[in-house]
């Protein structure tokens, strides 16, 4: 892989060693220009009537879906688009036919993203939570299964910890859930466009992703999976009329059409983006999503994964030589492209992140429930020139102390 003609697709990486898509990824050239493309679409209005601009408008954006259900190997009408992971969620939680007394497993290592929807059904209706504990920063997966009742409905997980980059068994957990007939809610930030996910080999009811990390998408923008078996089984949304059955002729027709009313009966779409707004949503951060995604989707996501790995064996042996406390498990099955690390303390831990922002190599000390550290990222755009950047002032600052 030629990682320098990535590389001339992020200017951003030009002044500074960019290790931080965990939180916050940079965006390539090709998704700024396809939102310049269609901010200059909207200020020349080049379709013969507003009617069409909207339709072509409309095409634009339907891209994302497109590309989104290529890099998880879906259906296209398994994807909605939304706002953010924090969207996808919620829209879960409030769709789940779910009752006062069924329990919802969590793990304590998540970001609180996906726990608040949970709590706030425990609050509204009276569900109830169950927390798993995670052993050295670990999931097991027999822990799981150990706190499933016959009252339990739904298990929601990170496939990656945002702390220290625990990648989580998705394909026993989603086989246990299929078994017990649980749905099993995934958060994919951390992981999709750093490692796969192939939703036909691993048995997910409902994945939500959000676009400004590992898939380095600008602006509020993200894509939400559900399961083609299940959209059935879902509370009715939110309605707008784009999450209605298209009349005959299309919107164009059906709006010249004197008869009609606002009061009628309506039929949603059988599909995932009946859970979209269902009106005017955010068209230039999808854009920049689709572009982002046919980016990842062109270079390939498995060669792109191996790439990363190969980059946090690197990282990880290099910490080792130095004699560094290793937070992540070392273990490939359970690494992500989050290396996470300690000095000893916090306060060390966050002196050594100053430092290293001081020389321009970006990273972030991230914690909960007691684990975490000097959390780095390795992306696809990275080299392992940036680090042996980031290890060698690792070095530096230890000695110097």
Not at 48 to 77: Q, V
Request: glycine share 8%.
């Amino acid at each position: 892989m030629n990682v320098d003609h990535i590389r001339a697709q992020f200017p951003g990486l030009r002044d500074k060693t960019f290790l931080d898509a965990a939180c916050v990824s940079i965006a390539p050239r090709a998704a700024i220009a396809a939102i310049e493309e269609f901010l200059h679409m909207a200020l020349q209005g080049p379709e013969r009537s507003a009617t069409l601009h909207h339709i072509a408008m409309d095409e634009k954006r339907a891209r994302a879906r497109r590309e989104a259900a290529r890099l998880i190997n879906a259906g296209e009408d398994e994807i909605a688009l939304v706002e953010s992971t924090t969207h996808g969620l919620s829209l879960a939680a409030q769709a789940l036919p779910l009752e006062r007394d069924h329990r919802v497993i969590l793990c304590d290592l998540e970001f609180l993203q996906l726990a608040l929807p949970w709590c706030q059904l425990s609050e509204r209706i009276g569900i109830q939570i169950d927390v798993v504990s995670h052993r050295e920063g670990m999931i097991n997966v027999q822990d799981i299964a150990d706190r499933i009742t016959e009252k339990t409905k739904v298990v929601a997980i990170s496939s990656v910890q945002w702390t220290n980059g625990f990648r989580c068994d998705l394909d026993a957990l989603g086989a246990l859930c299929r078994d017990r007939d649980i749905w099993l809610i995934v958060d994919a930030i951390q992981q999709l466009g750093a490692i796969p996910i192939d939703v036909q080999k691993t048995p997910i009811d409902i994945l939500a992703c959000g676009g400004h990390k590992w898939l380095n998408a600008p602006f509020g923008a993200g894509f939400l999976y559900v399961r083609r078996e299940r959209v059935p089984d879902l509370r009715p949304p939110m309605a707008g009329y784009l999450s209605v059955e298209t009349p005959s002729g299309g919107w164009g027709e059906y709006f010249q059409t004197p008869t009609i009313t606002p009061i009628r009966a309506y039929r949603f779409v059988r599909e995932a983006r009946r859970y979209e707004i269902g009106g005017t949503g955010n068209y230039p951060g999808t854009i920049g999503l689709a572009a982002s995604l046919r980016l990842i989707n062109e270079l390939g996501p498995s060669r792109l994964a191996e790439h990363i790995f190969r980059l946090t064996d690197h990282l990880v042996a290099g910490l080792q030589t130095l004699g560094i406390r290793l937070v992540t498990p070392i273990d490939r099955q359970y690494r992500s492209g989050i290396i996470t690390f300690t000095m000893g303390s916090v306060r060390e831990n966050v002196e050594l992140m100053e430092y290293l922002l001081d020389h321009r190599v970006c990273v972030s000390v991230r914690y909960t429930s007691w684990v975490g550290g000097v959390r780095v990222s390795c992306h696809f755009y990275n080299s392992p020139e940036d680090v042996d950047r980031l290890l060698n002032l690792v070095d530096v600052w230890r000695r110097r102390r």
